[in-house]
């Protein structure tokens, strides 16, 4: 690297995933948590796609927020709780994208698992309207929305009895969880 | 009766364009529908183009940590992480001296003549040391000293004393009578104690700041339009609340190392490697700050004015993919996830303040929509889920109305950006914050610190054309504002200017954000006010066609189909005019449909007759 060390500054940094505690050393202050977790920290689940935060595919829970990891500075995801796909809460998601073939290539699979995990958190019984538009973020080449919401199904059914005594209640007002169908005007003669 | 296009704002016009109807009136003066009549609260349905179904209005938070899960976000241990961070402005009731606009305004000179902006103090929160400074002190329940204080009362607390020097000059003493911070203790919103109206007509936003103790509070206020030469900073003011700052080896692991204004400010005389050696074995770069992530508005400012070069993220939605793929390589790192003064959004008299850290899904949240639903309805429109949850208001401005749609909503809603620098905070509406092109107008090291909105009852609507079916990027966005008191509607065309489409349109000649005034004087003059209706349903067509026959471009030379744009002159025809439908219907258009209904039953019924009996005959 030719430019002065200066250019270039980096910081140390202690990050949280899936959690335990991974001390950085010599982060770029620049870089993203996504290159972090793959480059530094060996997580690969999170894919690097576009680098935008447009394919969804390096998608994680900061904060049990989904998050695209692209997106966050690694000095912003300091002292947050970072989950990447291989967080075994995510294993029920994994393995019905897997069952229902909702990612073939695999490439976008562990993003669209973490999709869907936090779908189901917000939303126990998202319809298929609902689950098109929270997994709009997800984009995928290979494959179609009806292996997707069969994925959500089949993640439900998995995560059905875990999540039947949560007492997790579908938020209504998460705009992209409500379907049409059940909405109080449809119900209307 | 001939209602005057732009009444006078507020209650005036009941006894002038009105004048006719008598007593009739409400006590406001109009009898337009308003949102709150048409299903509680929300806005008409159906407004969003490109979106998918219609949300329903039950409350609820969405992707919030709840208070006291103890999450490791500051905020939500705190408990401040509500929907809404309420209240809580000061409101100064003297003037307040500011160096840089002293003699420019007011009393000549005058040290009490100036602007009345200042940083005034809040009750503190239940933080012991450096604290979570929040706007205002709502939820500031047991912890602190609770200070109430009316709309206009001037609540004089001696700890606050320096903190009202925060526009002080260097030389001057407290003025008397000038520290008046509000501290709203209750979660409903004190009228008036979020903004001020200084002496000379501007009016100033003031950022309400809670800090651990008293003292903390008081220094970083007065340390704030002091500038960085002018007293020194506390080190638990300054470093804020981030205590892996301290000792990085004590903890077993790397400190996260944000550095303060005063190490940036001091970065070459004296190297402040106490974080940053960690893990660096002494390299040069230890010497230089670089990461910055402060915890409130007035440490960010006082960064900024130290490192004008610093990149501020946010959100990073607009800003990561550039670092990530080169375009912008940053020397220094302003980080805002920690300042939770600019989280949320504030309810004011007739307004709003929406702060720069409020995210696209905060906006979609019910209390909000319930104020400004075309903000909701355009923060829908806007990318996936997980951009929204990430993607702030400050981030939606900066990008501008080239291809943002954000502000494109605020300025048909006369909203004003508030932006803040070591010199205080100015306000500049949304059609001034653009040059031609959609660049937002600062000056380095200013930061975008929040959009005042104003609400008004009125429908409000926002569609946009992206390009394709779901959540895109614009390619042209329309919103329309219907005021029932002042009898207006604004309509505003943006987000045009991107290039979006395959053949690009670039920036050259076209007017990123357009107010199509003509049409909306127009448009005021053939709505029957009262009725909240338009009884010529050929204002519809018009409406449209103005709207379009005002996107005026240079030479149409590189926009898409040649000269003239006729894609997107089309587009805002129908855009406008459906709006316009559903904001303003045609008059008597609820009796139409239920004439229209009742006959089509009518009809229904009559052929179930008629089938049954000629099943009957078939039988027989």
């Not at chain 1, 977790?37 to 989904?66: H, I, Q, S």
Request: glycine share 16%.
């Amino acid at each position: 690297m030719s430019e002065p060390a200066a250019e270039w500054p980096t910081v140390g940094l202690t990050l949280r995933v899936d959690g335990h505690e991974y001390p950085v050393p010599q982060v770029w202050i620049g870089d993203s948590l996504l290159a972090v977790l793959r480059e530094r920290l060996d997580f690969d689940e999170p894919r690097d796609g576009c680098g935008a935060g447009e394919c969804g595919a390096c998608l994680v829970t900061v904060d049990d927020t989904p998050a695209a990891a692209c997106l966050v500075p690694a000095v912003a995801a300091v002292e947050r709780d970072v989950r990447t796909p291989r967080d075994p809460g995510f294993d029920a998601a994994r393995a019905a994208v897997a069952a229902a073939g909702a990612g073939p290539c695999g490439f976008c699979a562990p993003g669209l698992a973490v999709a869907i995990t936090s779908l189901l958190r917000r939303n126990p019984d998202p319809g298929p309207a609902a689950v098109r538009e929270a997994l709009s973020g997800v984009i995928c080449r290979c494959s179609e929305s009806g292996h997707w919401i069969e994925a959500v199904a089949l993640a439900k059914e998995a995560e059905g009895g875990a999540a039947a005594g949560s007492g997790a209640s579908p938020d209504p007002d998460d705009a992209d969880l409500v379907d049409p169908a059940r909405r109080p005007e449809a119900a209307a003669p | 009766m001939g209602p005057d296009a732009f009444g006078p704002p507020g209650g005036g016009f009941a006894a002038g364009g009105g004048a006719g109807i008598g007593g009739a009136l409400p006590p406001d003066g109009h009898a337009v529908p308003t949102r709150a009549e048409f299903g509680g609260g929300a806005e008409r349905p159906g407004f969003e183009l490109g979106t998918f179904e219609l949300t329903d209005d039950a409350d609820g938070v969405v992707w919030a940590p709840q208070p006291g899960d103890g999450d490791a976000f500051d905020l939500a241990s705190s408990g401040q992480f509500a929907a809404v961070t309420r209240g809580g402005y000061s409101a100064p009731a003297g003037g307040i001296t500011d160096p840089y606009r002293t003699g420019g305004h007011g009393s000549g000179g005058a040290p009490t003549g100036a602007v009345g902006g200042e940083f005034g103090a809040g009750s503190s929160g239940p933080h012991g040391s450096g604290g979570v400074p929040v706007f205002g002190a709502g939820s500031s329940g047991p912890h602190g000293s609770e200070r109430e204080s009316g709309f206009g009362q001037a609540a004089r607390v001696p700890t606050q004393e320096a903190g009202s020097r925060f526009a002080a000059g260097p030389a001057d003493a407290p003025m008397p009578g000038q520290a008046v911070s509000q501290a709203v203790s209750e979660p409903t919103p004190v009228a008036g104690s979020w903004f001020a109206t200084g002496a000379v007509g501007t009016p100033v936003s003031v950022f309400g700041q809670t800090a651990g103790t008293p003292t903390v509070t008081a220094a970083v206020g007065g340390q704030f339009a002091a500038g960085p030469a002018d007293g020194p900073v506390p080190g638990q003011a300054a470093s804020g609340a981030f205590s892996a700052a301290s000792d990085p080896a004590a903890t077993g692991g790397f400190a996260p190392a944000f550095a303060s204004a005063t190490a940036a400010e001091s970065a070459s005389a004296t190297p402040t490697g106490e974080a940053f050696a960690t893990g660096l074995g002494g390299s040069a770069v230890a010497a230089v700050p670089a990461l910055f992530g402060p915890t409130s508005v007035v440490e960010a400012v006082q960064v900024l004015a130290a490192r004008p070069d610093a990149v501020i993220v946010a959100g990073g939605t607009v800003v990561m993919p550039d670092i990530t793929a080169g375009r912008r390589h940053p020397g220094a790192i302003v980080t805002l996830h920690r300042c939770a003064e600019l989280r949320g959004w504030s309810p004011g008299p007739g307004e709003v303040l929406l702060h720069a850290g409020l995210t696209l899904t905060e906006m979609q949240r019910q209390e909000l929509r319930a104020q400004v639903p075309a903000v909701a309805q355009a923060a829908r429109t806007v990318g996936a889920p997980h951009i929204r949850a990430a993607a702030t208001l400050g981030g939606n401005l900066m990008v501008g109305p080239a291809s943002a749609d954000l502000p494109v909503v605020l300025a048909a809603l006369g909203a004003e950006v508030l932006v803040a620098s070591v010199g205080g905070v100015r306000t500049v509406s949304v059609f001034d914050f653009y040059d031609r092109d959609g660049v937002p107008q600062l000056t380095p090291g200013e930061l975008v610190v929040g959009a005042r909105v104003p609400v008004v009852r009125g429908m409000q609507g926002f569609m946009k054309i992206g390009v394709r079916g779901g959540t895109s990027r614009a390619i042209l966005s329309t919103t329309l504002a219907v005021d029932p008191a002042r009898r207006s509607a604004t309509c505003v065309v943006g987000a045009m200017a991107q290039a979006a489409l395959p053949s690009g349109t670039g920036r050259a000649g076209l007017p990123t954000l357009l107010r199509a005034d003509h049409a909306d004087r127009w448009l005021a003059d053939q709505v029957d006010w009262d009725a909240g209706a338009i009884p010529d349903p050929a204002v519809y067509e018009t409406f449209g066609r103005l709207v379009a026959e005002s996107l005026v471009y240079g030479d149409g030379a590189g926009t898409l189909g040649g000269g003239g744009d006729p894609y997107r002159r089309k587009a805002a025809e129908i855009c406008a005019r459906r709006l316009l439908l559903r904001a303003l219907p045609p008059l008597g258009w609820l009796d139409q449909v239920r004439e229209l209904q009742r006959r089509a039953d009518f009809q229904r019924a009559k052929q179930r007759v008629e089938r049954a009996e000629q099943a009957k005959g078939q039988d027989q």
